[in-house]
């Protein structure tokens, strides 16, 4: 019992005396940050991609949001090549489903500065495709944030669909939040 209580006092001391955290690291490890918020995003987003951890949206849902006790929301971050919303829902009687967002986009790390818009697909869980595409308007400034609605139509209101949302060409990415309702 003493051993352990002098195990701990003397972790507790090394801790508070505090450690070099160039320490932690190889000599000669140079860490180098981005010199802008956009620049951070796009790094976390590359890392996102190099198989890092992924918490949702790379697969097919299996969850349920129930439409009728309020609107679905969600956040879009970084988002390029494409990802499916976290649940998947049921159209209202007359097979009508909203996907809307108020997003903005980043300006890519190479300095260029492509136009975008958003690309988002309905897809049917069941038959495993995406059923129909829309595309949101083309925006060319990545400071501001834009909100746009897109409402797909005839859809089998015993059908569960998802939405899968990405950016024209991968041109940029964007961030923001979206919104499905019926």
């Known amino acids: 019992m003493k051993k352990s209580v002098c195990v701990i006092m003397t972790l507790c001391m090394i801790f508070a005396l505090g450690v ?22 796009a790094m976390g987003y590359d890392d996102y991609l190099t198989e890092t951890a992924v918490t949702r949206g790379t697969g097919v ?20 090549t494409g990802i499916y919303t976290n649940y998947y829902f049921y159209p209202n009687s007359n097979g009508k489903l909203t996907f809307s967002w108020n997003v903005r986009g980043n300006k890519p790390l190479d300095g260029s500065s492509p136009s975008w818009k958003v690309l988002v697909g309905v897809y049917d869980i069941a038959g495993g495709y995406i059923k129909e ?12 944030f834009h909100e746009e609605e897109l409402t797909f139509s005839n859809l089998s209101t015993s059908k569960k669909y998802c939405f899968f949302i990405s950016v024209y060409n991968g041109a940029c990415q964007i961030w923001g939040d979206c919104y499905v309702s019926r």
């Open 20 to 41: 070099n955290a160039s320490a932690l690291q190889p000599p000669n490890a140079t860490m180098e940050f981005p010199d802008s918020y956009e620049a951070a995003m």
């Open 61 to 80: 849902p299996s969850t349920l949001y129930d439409l009728s006790t309020g609107t679905y929301e969600g956040f879009l971050d970084n988002i390029r």
């Open 133 to 144: 595409t829309k595309e949101g308007a083309w925006h060319s400034d990545f400071g501001s």
